[in-house]
């Protein structure tokens, strides 16, 4: 955990950047290649549209899309339901879409809501950015909780991420407010953070960047945390709760959800600060509260102690054809070439990387994840790790052969479809006396 320690001449905290000056472009370039076709969730909260440095959010956001990143923007409308409540006479029965909605809150929230979208579609569309409403979020009643009818207030079901993707696809980008429907004629509020966590997970961001008023994740005897681990933010929450109170609990409690979801970076930073959503992305220091997964410091090289785990944790796999038979007498011999990734101390998956320096390739072999640890983005993490421990030993393209994971590779990991003409001399001798007729998969890796 890093704590704000840069001080001015006078002794005020400056923060991590210089916000007089533009991010310097040089600085920006850097990061282009690294996102370019990702995505990022961006969540305001409702004062932040109301703020004056709105208009210069949306140039920012115009250079997102001019560089490539795919752009979701949701809203929060929290303090337009004040504003409404206040001129209405009305009183809501709660604010962030948290508690109960009643009918009259659901109705403040539906026009409140619907005001701050149409804000926004105007100002994209005064940056020259197409966006549209999206219905993508749908929702049921969240029901009875703790002897208590929540009414209208929702919980998200699932994300219609074949829309959101169709959107984005088409240089569109979506605006999501914090409202949900079943499909059957019910709207249902629901909490913008909790939304923002929904569809970055789901669209598997780059990044979630929460949008406040605030400067990050504060606290009253220290200050402006800079950066936290997943794991740091976790023991956060749990001993110092009482000072993380409104936006700074929300926030940190999406982010370690977005986090432990397999979304890899959450940022939450001032949205009123002038060029502060370019400092954070595109520079090393950044402005507010980075919130990141650990995901590297769990994977390490095997041992000759780890072969027979890894030969019991491919079993299955092997059985299945899957994977390709392997002794563990074999593993041992190339121990040398295979990655674990453990948590707390167990074996939870396997990778190994075969090099073949002559031809400037390399393969990417026996990808494996336990059982008890599906689907909690492990896999993935497996191999963007060999992805870059091949480019910086100076492979200029990785290829795997699959039977039955064509489509993750294809569609997920971005590689694209090969032959058994690409494969080395070696490799190819291998390939032909196996029998097995697996697909060839292959990505260019770019230089470092």
Do not use: W
Request: contains cysteine; charged residues 25%; neutral net charge.
């Amino acid at each position: 955990m890093r704590m704000r320690t840069d001080k001015s001449d006078n002794g005020e905290p400056t923060g991590r950047t210089n916000l007089q000056r533009l991010v310097d472009l040089r600085e920006i370039l850097r990061y282009v290649p690294h996102y370019r076709d990702k995505v990022f969730v961006i969540a305001f909260d409702g004062a932040v549209v109301e703020h004056d440095n709105f208009r210069n959010l949306l140039l920012d956001l115009s250079l997102l899309r001019s560089l490539r990143i795919g752009v979701v923007l949701i809203h929060g409308a929290s303090l337009q339901i004040t504003k409404l409540a206040d001129l209405t006479g009305k009183t809501p029965s709660n604010l962030d879409g948290t508690g109960v909605t009643d009918t009259v809150t659901l109705d403040l929230a539906l026009t409140a809501a619907n005001r701050v979208t149409h804000e926004i579609l105007e100002g994209l569309s005064a940056h020259d950015l197409r966006g549209a409403y999206s219905n993508a979020v749908v929702a049921h009643p969240a029901g009875i909780l703790q002897g208590i009818d929540q009414q209208h207030t929702g919980r998200i079901e699932r994300i219609d991420v074949p829309l959101l993707k169709a959107l984005l696809a088409n240089d569109v980008v979506p605006v999501i407010p914090p409202l949900g429907s079943d499909g059957e004629g019910s709207t249902y509020r629901l909490n913008s953070d909790n939304v923002a966590v929904e569809i970055a997970k789901a669209l598997e961001a780059a990044k979630l960047i929460y949008l406040t008023t605030m400067p990050g994740i504060t606290l009253q005897t220290e200050g402006l945390i800079r950066q936290l681990t997943v794991e740091e933010a976790e023991l956060l929450l749990k001993k110092n709760k009482a000072e993380l109170i409104g936006a700074n609990l929300s926030k940190l409690t999406g982010a370690v959800k977005a986090l432990r979801g397999g979304v890899p970076r959450v940022h939450i930073i001032d949205g009123t600060v002038e060029e502060g959503l370019l400092a954070e992305v595109f520079s090393n220091d950044g402005i507010g509260t980075l919130v990141h997964t650990n995901e590297y410091q769990a994977i390490r090289k095997a041992q000759k102690k780890d072969a027979r785990g890894i030969y019991s944790l491919i079993k299955n796999s092997v059985e299945t054809e899957e994977l390709l038979p392997r002794t563990r007498a074999e593993i041992e011999r190339q121990i040398d070439d295979y990655f674990i990734f453990e948590v707390d101390g167990n074996l939870a998956g396997c990778i190994a990387l075969h090099r073949y320096p002559d031809e400037q390739k390399a393969e990417m072999a026996c990808v494996c994840v336990a059982g008890k640890y599906e689907n909690q983005g492990i896999g993935a993490r497996l191999v963007q790790f060999v992805e870059e421990q091949a480019r910086t030993g100076g492979a200029r393209e990785l290829f795997c052969l699959t039977t039955q994971a064509v489509n993750y590779f294809l569609k997920k990991a971005r590689y694209s479809l090969g032959s058994p003409d690409d494969l080395p001399p070696l490799r190819r001798l291998r390939y032909d006396t196996s029998g097995r007729r697996s697909q060839v998969l292959k990505k260019m890796l770019s230089p470092q």
